[in-house]
Structures are given as C-alpha cells and as structure tokens.
C-alpha cells in the first residue's frame, strides 16, 4: 500500500494500481469514458484529466490523465483544481459537438453515463451553433439498434467486441472526425455477446432492441436480483418489469461468476415470460373429454388432491425448475417415487460429474477462476454453445501470457493498450479436442477433432505423460501420442492448470478422461481445477436431491407401477424417445402437469397448473460450479399461475400429507434437512425476515412513477381496465378472454376480471352493462383512485414497493445500480468494496461442492473408434440459440435459431452422390428425419452432425449410429 495526497486528503491505495480506478474505488467523482474495469485502460477520450503536482509545495502542476497514471508514493494530485475542471469541460464541450438534442426520445436517457459525465463536468450551456456531422445507421440484427450520431468516439465497443469478446465483423473505420463503429455493410452481428454493447456504450449508440419495442425508463422498471436459466452456468442477472410484463434483462455483477458480461441468450431469452404460450390458468379435461376447460384454483387443487390420495403417484422433476420446487415434489410423493426429469444419459452423466467433483481431489472453478488459468485443456465440449459465458472466460486466459510479458517489461497490466502492443500476438495454450470445430478455435494453439471414444483416448493419454500411473492407452496411433506429449508438456509447465469437459458429446469416457487429466495435474494441497459442465440451470439441484432419469418413470408407467404421473416444468418429448413416451402417458391413468408454457406433454396431460417463471417466483439453483444461488421474483405474475412449489404444497394439505409448509423459508429449510449435500442453501441469500431498520428493500427505484395510473382502485359499480394487452394486466389482473396455449377449449371469463375496454378512446373507464346500479341515466359516476395496497411477498425481504430501506443492501437483494451522480450502469462502482473487485459484504451465492481425497484413476478406456460401412454416428451439435428449451420461445432469439440440417464430411457426401443443400434421409432408432445437407470438413469421416434440442431433433438420443441415404421420393 502506498499513501497518495487527493486534493489535501491523504489516502492509501494500493502501490501501483491504476489511479483513476483508485479514486473511484475511494467514492470520488471523476469522470471518464473510455476506461472500462474490466478493458483497462487506453486514454482516448481525456476525459479523466486531473492534476499532478511534484509535492507539496508545487502550485503550477501539470495536467495527467488519470486512467494512465499508477499510484506511487506521495503522489500529489488535484480533482477539483480549476484548470483540470475547465479541461474536463472542454472535452465534453467538444464531444458534444455533433451530439444530437434527443436525449428525451433517446432510449439511453435517463440510465446514460454521457449524462452524467456531463452533469459532473459542470457543462450546461453549448456555445456550438454549426451543422452538425451525421452518419446513416445500419441494421444490426434483432438484439441491437444502432444510432451511430450519438457516438463520442471512446471505442468501448470495437475493444469489447473485438479485443475482449474476440468479435470480428464489428470495427473501427474512417478517420479524424469521422470515425464510423459498425460492420462492412449492414448484417446480423455474429458474436454471440454483442448484446453487452448497450450497456459497454457510455451513450445511445448501441441499445437494446428488444427493450426499446416496449420502452420504459429506468426509473420506472421493477427489478429484483435473479439468475439466468438458459444454461448451468449461473450468470447474474437484472430482469427489469413493466405493467406486468417482463421488459429486459440487464448484467447483474458478480466477481467470481459472469463479471461484468452476459452472453446473448441469457440477455435476450426472457421474452417466453411473455410468451403467447404461457399457462395463465388452471386447465382441466374432464373424463371423456377431448379438450380441457379453465376451472378455479380450488377445484384443481381439489382434483390434485383426490389424484394425489392414490397409493401409485410418481413425480417426475426438471433441471430448470428450482430445488424448492423438486423438493417440494419429492414430499408429495415421497423420494422412492421421484424421478429427477433429466434424460437417461444427461442423468447417468450428471450424477458421474457430481461423483468426480465430491470424491476426487478435484476443484470446480468459478468464471474468475478460469481467467487465471495460464493453459487450458477443452475436451469434448463446445462451451461457446453449452456454457457460453465459460468461452469468454476462456478468451481472458489465452492473454495470461500477454500479462506475463508485460509485468516482465514492467508494463501496468491495467494499461491495455501498451499491453497489446509489449505482448503483441503472444497467447497461453489453448487446446481444443471437440467432435467438431468451436468458436474458440481461433485462439486455440492446437484443435483436433475426432469422435468422442478418440477424444476420450486422447484425454486418457494425456494424463499418463503427466502422472506414469495413470492407466495406459493400449493401441493408441503415433499421431495422438505426439498430441497428448504436446499436450502434456504445455499443462505440466503451467502455473494454474485448467481442464475443460461436460455432457455436450454425451460420452461417460470424455468425462473420465478430463477427470484423469486433472487428478494428474494436482499437487499435493492444491487440487487442480476441473470445469464441468452441467446441461441446464438446475441439473445438479436435481440430481443432488436423488432420483432416476425419466427412462424410469416411463417404464413405471408402462409397466402399471403408477398410476399418475405429476410432470414438474417438463416437455418429456424433449428428453426420450417419442414412442416410448407415448406409450408410458397412454399406460397412465392420469397425467398432471405443472409448467409456464403450453408443449406437447401439457397438451396430453388431465390436469394443466400454471406455474410462475422465474420472473414471477423465487427459489435457488445450483450451478455448474456447484454454487447454491438465489433468485427472487420481479413480479407478482399474471392469472392463476403461482410458484410451482406452492402449487405442491397446497396439494400436499389438501390431500391430507402433511402440514405443508409456511413459506419459502420453511421449504428451504425442510431441504436442508432431508438432504444434508443441500443444507448451504439456507445461506445463500437472507431469509425472508431480513430487515435493515425494520424496512424490507424496496423493489422499484425511488423514481418510479404511475403507481395510481396502474393500481387505482376499482369503484364497485364500474369496470376499469388499467392495460388493453392480452396477458399484461398489472397484479394478477387477467383479460376477459384468454385462449388457452395448448390450442383446445380455454375461453371464458374467470373470476372478477374487469371488462376491458378495446375502443379508441383508449383505456377509460365505461359502465358495466350489467343491471341498473339505481344511477341516473346522465349522472356522472365517481371513480375511485386511491391506490390498492401493493401485493405482499411473504417469502423474501423485497418489498413490491418504492418504499423501503434506501441505503446499502447486502450483495444477494440489491434491485437495481444506482448512487447519487450515478444513473448508469456504471453505478455499480459504488457497491464495490475496490472497483472491478468483489461487491460489498462478499458475492452472493455460496458452494456446495469442494474437492475429495479419492485417488481412484479411471481405467475404463474405450477402443478407438471405427467407422462402419453402411452407418454414420450422429454426434449433436449444440447452438446458442436454438438447442435450449426457453430462449427460442423469444422472438428476438428466434430469429436467430437455424433450421435443422445434417452435417457431413464432404467426402461422405460425396460417396452418396450428396451435395450442399441437397436433402438427406436419416434413419434413427427413434425414427426417420429428412434434413438439408451441410458439408463440413471438421466433421470427422464416418461421423455427421445433428443439431440437438431444435423442433424435430429435441429428444433424439445423441450420440448414436444411424443410416444415411439420399432422399426418395415416393
């Protein structure tokens, strides 16, 4: 630590650190555009100058710029100084030259750090009267709108884009004053994190699309700390709501796991919350009926109850819903009779990973963990497609050696650019081993692709060079032995190894090997560091509360071993066969289903129950880290839907089973007890009666506005309809008519809804035409506006509410970024403890998995794999957006999602007189696929690729041998 004088005041600070992250991290206000924590720093903009003075009695001083300036000892300088002020106004002045006056229709006000630099600054009146400079703006795709005359030139974004997020077809053109950030011509942005451009642009140039099609100020949106289930990763997130609907969802920091960033489908899959497909009500079919009919909660909690009193229940549970909410089956129907709702190979795999990370002397690593790793071995999983926000993380390790070469020239590791320019292209090993090419191929040192039993081959020899005892490779080819040395040599003479594996090539061996890796790889007291990489939000949650995979369940009910089946946020299509699923639910006497969105499972099912998203709940994952982390619910929710598990706990009353249980609280707590791998999730955020002052934390901002437009009260003799939206309606409030997802009867009007006037005059109130209320024909009625009393969360310290405690909230309940001077999403610097360091009080969340001691190789090596003469294995391959369940559900993701094709190596195609485009009949165990052919030279010979989770191929059982033939017409 250093001591450095700021303005007469005397601070310590570390040696060496950078000084404009410094003065932040003190709570001084200094502005600056292009630094960013988590780029370094550049010094393009200048808008950070302070004055540095030689000591104390030094009265002239010079101007620095304070994001290029180290803090040493007795380091003088001047934020408020006069001549530094005028500086920091000057900059601006001229930035804002070509700036447009649009701030109030800019979708950026309100949340924009040009405002509030500007603000700081002191600049209020512009002195420029000229024509300004204009550019034509592009097409970016559906995630991001572009307005490129609102740019200040700080290249944040080609930085983000390119250098951090290794992005290619978004640069920097033209020069001096017309510097143009955008692509070559007009296209979708590739990179799968472009999305992280609105909130990397200090202005409006980058915003978000899908926000701005339903637009609402910051100020106004109801927030509460979440996580995303779009993957097993476990990013932090900000889901933002408005009327009832949910409208974005931005990055919700956390040192050890996403940072600063989110990949894109985590950003923009959350429009299935508002999907046309989400269950708004009780949905039940009668006996003998072909459809189902809305009923009231209470009659279909009265026809759970009279199911769930039969002796024969079994409770299939998912790896996206929460463990509460698993749990909370498994008590209804007892643990003998849960299955875990994962496919048979995702559970089989998912339970080898949680038997690896609890035994062996292995660690699972966060995100930030990973970014330390100097080399880096991935094996068998395209993690830019499975686990997205890991491949970023692996980008950040590939420059370990960059950072070592610049300490060694005693280069600042903060100052990125002379970073860049000391290390030039110098990278830490990268080894790729997929069945098929990834989007980190670019930065590996070496890539190899080859079916899963030769990737396994591959990993097992590997760990033999480290560690003689780990089992040989019998018949393994010279080619791969050379591999697996210069494999071997890169991780054994690195400082912080890391191995990457996981379920993506659904292979047992390629977890095994990665495991032998990594065993080979340890020391003595310091485990080596294993990621491995779980299939869904929740897949160990679920697995850790026990269970068979639904393969199972479905030969329980065909062989007659049950006789209802209660099917918790779950397609089964999705995850097994299609005739065997078939004739498991036509064996079954009756089908329940809880879930969010309409499938084909809830279209079979006696009994629909429309559960809350996790927008509208809250409740705890666990990641693939093996981190316990809690979500809270943003938003009362729409309808009849409520959280899954309180849909099971008044089951559970009602059928006599049991008190139940009094909250979330008490679930979570009633967990912990019966599953003792569990009892950590009791601390990963505060209980419900958490209070600061006797307050709970107010979910909407201080700002928020239009309470009384939205929750006035509704005088008894009319009729007001506060939104006319279908599925929008404010606090559980639903339309008059409400068609029902599943496509069969569902319309009607449920109870005490309000009419809702359609007409032009928009949303005023008009009379009930019901009978005469004793009114006069022309008297004027009187309405009611005083507000309804927001609705209670008895389950967490979040209030639906403005009102609340205002000051510092632990890490886990913070709703939304912001502090005095700060409206951005740069706010975050002051609930940091140092700025890009870990959040005040520690990062929520908290570990459920830490390493064994078992010494216990793998042994179990497959042979070599063998093409066959007349069949292809069929490998999947993943895509970001399509291959999971939610996301695709988001018509911005959607329009992102491919079509179905199969992938072959062109000399396969070539054998069958096959060309790109032409169509293809793939015959499967699980049946017949016709698809378009897509040539591929990274597709190994004897091999071809299936898309995995998209309409047509979801619940195909991958890898496997299958017959390819060229299409017959009839």
Excluded at 135 to 158: A, D, K, S, W
Excluded at 402 to 416: K, N, Q, S, Y
Excluded at 774 to 796: F, L, M, S, V, Y
């Amino acid at each position: 630590m250093v001591t450095i004088h700021i303005d007469n005041q005397s601070y310590q600070v570390e040696a060496g650190a950078n000084l404009l992250q410094a003065c932040l991290s003190l709570g001084l206000d200094l502005p600056y555009f292009c630094w960013h924590p988590a780029l370094g720093a550049v010094g393009a903009c200048r808008q950070c100058a302070v004055k540095q003075f030689k000591d104390e009695n030094d009265s002239r001083g010079r101007i620095v710029m304070a994001c290029l300036t180290p803090a040493q000892e007795g380091l003088r300088i001047s934020i408020a100084d006069p001549e530094a002020h005028a500086f920091r106004a000057g900059v601006i002045e001229f930035l804002m030259e070509n700036h447009p006056h649009d701030c109030p229709v800019c979708d950026e006000g309100g949340e924009c750090h040009l405002q509030d630099m500007t603000v700081m600054t002191g600049h209020v009146h512009r002195r420029y009267r000229f024509a300004k400079r204009t550019f034509r703006n592009q097409y970016l795709g559906p995630f991001l709108n572009h307005e490129m005359n609102r740019c200040i030139t700080c290249y944040r974004c080609v930085r983000f884009y390119r250098d951090y997020a290794g992005g290619r077809d978004l640069n920097a053109m033209a020069s001096h004053n017309h510097v143009y950030f955008g692509r070559i011509e007009d296209g979708v942005l590739e990179n799968e994190f472009s999305g992280n451009l609105a909130e990397v642009c200090p202005t409006g140039v980058f915003t978000d699309k899908t926000f701005k099609a339903h637009y609402t100020r910051k100020w106004d949106l109801q927030t509460a700390p979440s996580i995303c289930v779009h993957c097993g990763v476990g990013c932090n997130t900000l889901p933002g709501e408005r009327y009832g609907t949910l409208r974005r969802i931005q990055n919700r920091y956390h040192h050890e796991v996403n940072g600063y960033f989110l990949c894109d489908r985590g950003r923009y899959g959350h429009g299935f919350v508002n999907s046309e497909k989400r269950l708004r009500q009780p949905l039940l079919r009668t006996e003998g009926s072909e459809t189902v009919a809305p009923v009231s909660p209470t009659e279909a909690l009265a026809h759970l109850a009279a199911l769930c009193a039969g002796p024969t229940v079994i409770g299939i549970g998912s790896p996206r819903a929460s463990v509460e909410a698993n749990f909370a089956l498994q008590k209804l129907v007892g643990p003998e009779r849960f299955f875990n709702g994962m496919s048979a190979s995702d559970a089989g795999l998912t339970r080898l990973i949680l038997d690896i990370l609890t035994r062996r002397p292995v660690r699972s690593p966060s995100l930030h963990d990973m970014e330390q790793a100097d080399a880096v071995l991935v094996l068998g999983e395209d993690v830019t497609n499975t686990a997205p926000r890991i491949a970023l993380s692996l980008r950040q390790a590939v420059r370990r050696a960059a950072l070592e070469i610049a300490g060694a020239r005693h280069v600042p590791l903060w100052h990125d650019g002379a970073v860049r320019d000391a290390a030039q292209s110098a990278k830490s090993p990268l080894f790729v081993a997929t069945h098929s090419a990834t989007r980190l191929d670019d930065v590996a040192a070496e890539t190899w692709h080859a079916a899963p039993d030769d990737l396994a081959r591959l990993g097992f020899a590997v760990a033999h060079v480290l560690n003689p005892d780990a089992p040989e490779v019998p018949g393994l080819d010279a080619e791969t032995a050379a591999l697996a040395g210069r494999i071997a040599l890169s991780l054994s003479a690195a400082g912080r190894p890391l191995v990457v594996s996981g379920t993506g090539c659904g292979s047992p061996a390629v977890i095994r090997a990665a495991a032998n890796v990594a065993m080979a790889l340890g020391r003595t007291g310091q485990p080596a560091e294993l990621c491995l990489v779980a299939p869904e939000c929740n897949s160990f949650g679920a697995a850790l509360l026990g269970g068979e995979g639904i393969d199972a369940a479905l030969l329980a009910l065909e062989r007659g071993e049950a006789e209802t089946a209660i099917v918790l946020e779950n397609d089964l299509y999705r995850r097994a066969d299609r005739a065997a699923i078939d004739r498991a639910l036509q064996a079954a006497k009756h089908l329940v289903v809880i879930d969010h969105l309409g499938h084909a499972t809830a279209a079979q099912a006696e009994l629909v129950l429309p559960a809350a998203t996790f927008a509208e709940s809250s409740g705890t994952l666990v990641s693939s880290e093996g981190r316990a982390q809690r979500f809270f619910k943003v938003f009362a929710g729409n309808g009849e839907a409520r959280e899954s598990w309180r849909w099971l706990e008044e089951a559970q009353r009602a059928a006599g089973r049991g008190n139940g249980f009094d909250g979330l609280d008490d679930v979570i707590a009633a967990c912990a007890a019966a599953h003792p791998k569990l009892q950590g999730i009791a601390h990963a955020a505060p209980s419900a009666k958490f209070r600061l002052l006797g307050e709970k934390i107010p979910r909407q901002p201080h700002r928020y506005s239009g309470r009384t437009a939205m929750l006035g009260g509704i005088n008894p003799d009319w009729s007001v309809a506060i939104l006319p939206l279908p599925h929008t309606t404010p606090h559980g409030l639903q339309p008059v008519a409400d068609r029902s997802p599943l496509g069969r009867a569902g319309e009607g009007r449920g109870e005490g809804v309000p009419l809702i006037d359609t007409s032009a005059k928009g949303n005023v109130p008009h009379p009930n035409p019901s009978p005469a209320r004793g009114r006069g024909a022309n008297e004027r009625p009187q309405i009611n506006i005083h507000e309804q009393k927001p609705p209670n969360d008895p389950d967490t310290p979040l209030a639906f509410s403005m009102e609340g405690y205002g000051g510092a909230a632990p890490a886990a309940l913070i709703p939304v970024y912001w502090a005095p001077s700060w409206n951005s999403v740069q706010a975050l610097n002051r609930f940091q403890d140092e700025v890009g360091g870990p959040l005040r009080g520690g990062d929520p969340g908290v570990r459920l998995i830490e390493p064994g001691a078992d010494w216990i190789w793998f042994s179990e090596i497959p042979a070599a794999f063998q093409r066959r003469a007349d069949e292809w294995l069929i490998v999947p391959l993943y895509h970001i957006f399509g291959s999971e369940e939610l996301s695709p559900q988001a018509p911005a993701v959607a329009e992102r999602c491919p079509r179905p094709y199969l992938a072959m190596n062109p000399a396969d195609a070539d054998a069958l007189g096959l060309k790109a485009g032409d169509q293809a009949d793939l015959r499967l165990p699980e049946g017949a696929l016709r698809l378009p052919v897509e040539l591929r030279g990274d597709i190994a010979p004897g091999m071809a690729g299936l898309p995995a989770g998209l309409e047509g191929t979801a619940g195909i059982g991958l890898p496997g041998w299958g017959k390819i033939d060229r299409e017959t017409r009839p």
